[in-house]
C-alpha cells in the first residue's frame, strides 16, 4: 500500500529532507528582510546584480504602458509582441547564431528542444549531474536515455560506441548549478562530431557571466556556434528579469516552432518582461566591470575558504558550494548563519547526491569585498561548530 501524504510528509520531516520557502518582505539583493530582520544573502542567481537595476524596471514599466502585463495568447495566436520579437533577434546575435525562440521558463525550454530532437529509437546521453530539467527531459521525450559519469569523456565516449540510433543527442549544462564547475565542452564538442551527435548545452549559469562580453561557456572556451548548435539560455539568472530561449540555426527554431510542445501550448512571456530583458542584455555586454568585480570577489572568497581550510568545491563561477555531508548538519550550518545575519540555502538530495548535501553559496557583481570577509568570518565559525556538536559550540566562540 502507497504512504499517503501525511506519512510522506513526516519521512521527509525525519530523514531532514523537508523544504519550507522563506517569504521576502522587499526587491532582490544582496541584502532581503524576513519578518522584520535583515540578512545578507548568498543565495541568489541574480550574478551581475540587474534584477533591481533602474534602466531595467523603467523598461518594463514603459513597455507595461504600450503592452499591458498578459501577452494574452501564445506565440503562435496572438501572444507574440513586438518586444519578444526584438528579444530574439538580439539574442541571436548575442548567441553568435542565426535565429533564437523565447521560452517562459528554462524548464520549459530544455523539455520542449529535447521532445522535438528526440523520440522512440533516439538515445540522449546526459551527464549525471546535469539539472533536473534535462534529466526529465530526457525522459519525457520517450528517447533511451544513458546517463555518463560526470564530466567523464571517455564513460559517454564508451556509452556512444555501445548505442547506435537513429538521433544521438548529448546534452549538458555548461556550468552545473550545484558544483559551479563547468563542462569540458572542447572536448565535448569533438566528441559529438566524432559521433554524428547533436550538441545541446544549457548554459543558464554560464551566460552573462563567462567569457569577455558576457557570452558565456562557448566564448570562454572559444567553441564556434557550429560546434554547438542548440544553446540554451535562461534570462532570470545573471540577466536578471524571467524566461529562457533556445538559440539556433533557421531549421532548429523552425522545427521548435512547429514540434515543441511546451512552446507551442502555453501563454507568451509577458512583453514587459521582454522588454526588460533587451535592455538587461546591453548592460550586461557594456558594463564589462560587473563581471570584472565579479571574478575578484570570487577570487578573494576562494582564498579566504582556503585558508580557513573550508571545503569548498572546485569552481571558478559565482557557484561556490561548501560540501557538508550529511542533511542535519547542513540545516544547522545554514541555522548558525542565518542566527548571524547570513541567508545561505541547504541544498540537499534528490537535488544533490546523497552524502553531498551543501550549503550553496552564491555570489554577485553587487556584493563588496567587505561582505565577503564577513561572509567567511561566519561560514569559518559555523563549520567549526557544526564539526564540534552544532550551536553550543558557537555560542562559546560567539559569546552570543
Known amino acids: 500500500m502507497s504512504c499517503t501524504p501525511a506519512q510522506t510528509l513526516q519521512r521527509l520531516h525525519e530523514q531532514h529532507l523537508y523544504r519550507s520557502r522563506l517569504t521576502l518582505d522587499d526587491a532582490t539583493g544582496v541584502e532581503a528582510v524576513i519578518d522584520g530582520r535583515r540578512y545578507l544573502t548568498f543565495c541568489s542567481n541574480d550574478y551581475l546584480g540587474l534584477a533591481n537595476h533602474p534602466a531595467l524596471i523603467r523598461a518594463l514599466q514603459t513597455a507595461a504602458d504600450s503592452y499591458g502585463v498578459g501577452s494574452g495568447a501564445s506565440h503562435l495566436v496572438t501572444g507574440h509582441k513586438t518586444p519578444h520579437h526584438a528579444l530574439e533577434e538580439e539574442l541571436a546575435a548575442f548567441t553568435g547564431r542565426p535565429r533564437a525562440l523565447l521560452f517562459s521558463t528554462g524548464?520549459?525550454?530544455?523539455?520542449?528542444?529535447?521532445?522535438?530532437?528526440?523520440?522512440?529509437?533516439?538515445?540522449?546521453f546526459e551527464d549525471r549531474l546535469n539539472h533536473a530539467s534535462l534529466i526529465d527531459a530526457g525522459q519525457l521525450s520517450g528517447a533511451a536515455v544513458k546517463r555518463y559519469q560526470h564530466a567523464d569523456m571517455e564513460s559517454l565516449q564508451r556509452q556512444l560506441a555501445g548505442q547506435p540510433g537513429e538521433t544521438r543527442l548529448i546534452a549538458s549544462d555548461g556550468v552545473f548549478s550545484m558544483d559551479g564547475d563547468i563542462v569540458p565542452l572542447p572536448e565535448l564538442a569533438r566528441?559529438?562530431?566524432?559521433?554524428?551527435?547533436?550538441?545541446?548545452?544549457?548554459?543558464?549559469h554560464g551566460l552573462?557571466?563567462?567569457?569577455?562580453?558576457?557570452?558565456?561557456?562557448?566564448?570562454?572556451?572559444?567553441?564556434?556556434?557550429?560546434?554547438?548548435p542548440v544553446l540554451v539560455g535562461t534570462l532570470g539568472k545573471a540577466f536578471g528579469t524571467f524566461g529562457a530561449f533556445v538559440a539556433g540555426s533557421e531549421e532548429l527554431i523552425e522545427?521548435?516552432?512547429?514540434?515543441?510542445?511546451?512552446?507551442?501550448?502555453?501563454?507568451?512571456?509577458?512583453?514587459?518582461i521582454a522588454a526588460a530583458t533587451r535592455a538587461s542584455l546591453k548592460l550586461v555586454q557594456t558594463e564589462t566591470w560587473r563581471r570584472d568585480h565579479l571574478r575578484t570577489l570570487i577570487t578573494r572568497f576562494r582564498g579566504g575558504a582556503q585558508q580557513l581550510g573550508l571545503p569548498i568545491g572546485d569552481s571558478i563561477t559565482p557557484?561556490?558550494?561548501?560540501?557538508?555531508?550529511?542533511?542535519?548538519?547542513?540545516?544547522?550550518?545554514?541555522?548558525?548563519?542565518?542566527?548571524?545575519?547570513?541567508l545561505i540555502t541547504a541544498i540537499r538530495?534528490?537535488?544533490?547526491?546523497?552524502?553531498?548535501?551543501r550549503l550553496r553559496i552564491t555570489l554577485s557583481a553587487a556584493h563588496s569585498e567587505d561582505q565577503i570577509d564577513r561572509l567567511l568570518e561566519q561560514l569559518n565559525k559555523a563549520w567549526l561548530a557544526v564539526r564540534s556538536n552544532g550551536v553550543d559550540a558557537l555560542h562559546e566562540r560567539t559569546g552570543s
Open 319 to 342: 557557484i561556490q558550494p561548501l560540501i557538508i555531508g550529511d542533511s542535519a548538519t547542513a540545516l544547522r550550518a545554514a541555522e548558525l548563519l542565518r542566527h548571524h545575519g547570513i
Open 107 to 124: 524548464y520549459m525550454a530544455n523539455i520542449g528542444a529535447i521532445s522535438a530532437l528526440a523520440g522512440r529509437g533516439d538515445t540522449v
Open 191 to 204: 566528441i559529438a562530431r566524432q559521433h554524428k551527435a547533436w550538441l545541446m548545452i544549457d548554459d543558464a
Open 255 to 272: 522545427l521548435l516552432i512547429q514540434k515543441a510542445r511546451t512552446y507551442i501550448y502555453t501563454t507568451a512571456l509577458p512583453p514587459a
Open 208 to 228: 552573462g557571466v563567462l567569457g569577455a562580453t558576457g557570452g558565456g561557456i562557448c566564448e570562454h572556451d572559444g567553441v564556434s556556434a557550429a560546434d554547438v
Open 349 to 357: 538530495p534528490p537535488t544533490v547526491p546523497d552524502g553531498t548535501a
